[in-house]
């Protein structure tokens, strides 16, 4: 596929005609080659095409990244008299869910940045390919597009810290809270999530390897309200149900008439969207109910201070499931309880953390202990109940940060579990890109085995001289044969001192000592020794049989 059918592709539909024109230009380059010769004209008009095209590609992102912060600014300003009421929602209080169209609408943004900067990286190239000449750079406008929309997704996000909390110090936590909020709205209930995933835990795969930030969907119980939810990387949407309606949903043959019938016309065309991306997610992947999380939440909100808000969730209790509506909790080694609190805050005022010194205070006392922020219910359960694989991850950097500041707490199961699986990948992972350097000693230690090889075959040779010089025949022919092992054994030493040298250069795993050389230096030494016994001793039998017998006068 060429790369201006590609663009057109997945370029969003509204936005195809603020893109980059990248087919005209390739149109009118070839035009002009093949009607004349290149001339400084047609350089300068494709030049100034060039300039013209960035600059509309980048007005037209600072217009859209202007009525996207207008937008996340009236959600405020909008959230601001409602938020004394917000937290007697039956459901979904946390403020994240104003904002995802404007942070799905941002994704989508990215989308539209990254391929016209392919789209104008690939003019400058056929331009200079056909030409000979340069178009202007345009990597440092992009970056600083991209750096400004990395910003404003910072601005509309709210921003989410987990921490854990001991059960003992869990009534110090609620007293502290109710203290300093003055004007607080407590909301207590009991909630019940399932969890789907299919036979090869996909879902777990997912959420592990892309930190909790991969598609999935589980259903939740709020009291007599049910509610499912989907959640992936730019998108978390949850639509209400029936308690008759969740089988049927759950196992897709939820009809779209029959939520119409009771929807209303307001909502619905979203809430059909959102049915029929859940509904798509579950049979496409062959989802099931696995697992199982009781908890009890307390929400805390104040009333003064609309951009902060506190959910602690306790009594959290794990269980097998294969139904729904979820079962009563088991009890004993079928299901899991966890003996920690968990305690998320959530802010969405860009001043709350520089004003609000009491939050300060409670993160950073001894009551409360951060968590890693890809914490997830499920994959915690999971891997503490259901025989899920050991999954390892390779892209691991501040896990490892928060497993030792936990262990120093003695930190929660629910953290040390995930950690666990992450620590030996971790470890693999900083051997296998450590730098091995190689000692100045360690060659020193080569030469000095070489040196002890040559002076042992010196002294080999100066008794294989004396031989040869001052003996018989007999130990003539011993000192030959230990001349001869005397330079084989010196030539082996040198091919080891040159292999050692080699290995060390290239940092190679191959054995350093060596297995064979002494062993057959030992052996010639013995030959040559029997070789020598074995003349003398032929030598004292032929005299013997020379000499004549005395025979008496």
């Known amino acids: 596929m060429k790369f201006g059918e590609y663009l057109q592709k997945h370029m969003a539909a509204p936005w195809r005609d603020e893109c980059v024109r990248y087919d005209s230009f390739k149109r009118d380059?070839?035009?002009?080659?093949?009607?004349?010769?290149?001339?400084?004209?047609?350089e300068t008009h494709f030049i100034a095409f060039f300039i013209e095209e960035l600059s509309r590609v980048e007005?037209?992102?600072?217009?859209?990244?202007?009525?996207?912060?207008?937008?996340?600014?009236?959600?405020?300003?909008?959230?601001?008299?409602?938020?004394?009421?917000?937290?007697?929602?039956?459901?979904?209080?946390?403020?994240?869910?104003?904002?995802?169209d404007i942070l799905t609408e941002i994704h989508t943004l990215c989308n539209f940045l990254n391929l016209n900067r392919t789209g104008f990286e690939k003019l400058r190239k056929r331009y200079k390919k056909s030409t000979n000449s340069q178009l202007p750079s345009v990597s440092q406008k992009f970056d600083q597009m991209m750096a400004n929309v990395s910003h404003l997704r910072e601005f509309c996000q709210p921003q989410s810290k987990i921490y854990w909390i001991h059960l003992e110090d869990l009534a110090k936590v609620k007293s502290y809270l109710e203290s300093f909020l003055s004007l607080t709205t407590v909301l207590d209930m009991s909630m019940s999530d399932v969890f789907f995933d299919n036979r090869n835990w996909d879902v777990y795969r997912g959420q592990v390897q892309a930190g909790a930030g991969d598609d999935m969907i589980w259903l939740r119980w709020h009291g007599p309200l049910v509610f499912a939810e989907y959640k992936s990387q730019t998108l978390r949407e949850c639509i209400e149900l029936k308690p008759e309606e969740v089988k049927a949903f759950a196992e897709g043959r939820y009809s779209i008439a029959d939520y119409m019938r009771r929807a209303n016309e307001a909502d619905s065309g979203k809430s059909i969207e959102t049915i029929l991306r859940i509904q798509t997610f579950i049979q496409s992947r062959q989802l099931n109910p696995v697992l199982q999380c009781t908890y009890?939440?307390?929400?805390?909100?104040?009333?003064n201070d609309s951009g902060i808000c506190l959910r602690m969730d306790t009594q959290l209790t794990f269980a097998k499931s294969g139904n729904c509506p979820p079962e009563h909790i088991l009890t004993g080694d079928e299901a899991?309880?966890?003996?920690?609190?968990?305690?998320?805050?959530?802010?969405?005022d860009r001043e709350t953390d520089c004003h609000s010194i009491w939050l300060s205070h409670l993160t950073t006392n001894h009551l409360v202990h951060e968590m890693s922020p890809q914490f997830s219910k499920y994959v915690h359960g999971a891997s503490q109940l259901l025989a899920v694989p050991q999954i390892q991850l390779s892209n691991v950097t501040a896990n490892n940060d928060d497993k030792r500041s936990l262990q120093s707490h003695s930190a929660s199961p629910t953290v040390v579990v995930e950690?666990?699986?992450?620590?030996?990948?971790?470890?693999?992972k900083k051997k296998g890109n450590k730098t091995v350097k190689v000692e100045p000693k360690a060659f020193f230690a080569n030469e000095r085995t070489f040196i002890s090889w040559l002076q042992f075959c010196a002294l080999l040779?100066?008794?294989a001289l004396n031989l040869l010089n001052f003996g018989d025949n007999i130990s003539r022919i011993s000192g030959a044969t230990f001349i001869l092992v005397s330079a084989f054994m010196s030539l082996y030493a040198l091919a080891r001192y040159q292999y050692r040298g080699w290995t060390l250069r290239?940092?190679?795993?191959?054995?350093?000592?060596?297995?064979?050389?002494p062993v057959i230096l030992c052996v010639l030494i013995v030959m040559a020794l029997l070789v020598n016994f074995y003349l003398r001793f032929r030598q004292q039998l032929q005299s013997k049989d020379d000499t004549p017998l005395k025979t008496g006068e």
Not at 59 to 87: G, K
Not at 506 to 517: F, I, L, M, P, T
């Open 336 to 348: 899991y309880r966890v003996p920690y609190a968990v305690l998320a805050i959530t802010t969405t």
């Open 506 to 517: 290239k940092q190679s795993n191959a054995r350093y000592d060596d297995v064979y050389g």
């Open 59 to 100: 007005e037209f992102v600072r217009q859209r990244m202007q009525q996207l912060h207008n937008r996340c600014q009236s959600y405020n300003d909008m959230y601001q008299p409602l938020s004394s009421y917000a937290c007697l929602s039956p459901y979904y209080t946390s403020t994240s869910c104003l904002f995802d």
């Open 419 to 428: 950690m666990d699986q992450i620590e030996p990948s971790l470890k693999k």
């Open 29 to 42: 380059l070839k035009a002009r080659q093949l009607e004349h010769a290149w001339n400084e004209a047609d």
């Open 296 to 303: 009890r939440r307390t929400e805390f909100r104040s009333l």
């Open 461 to 463: 040779l100066t008794v």
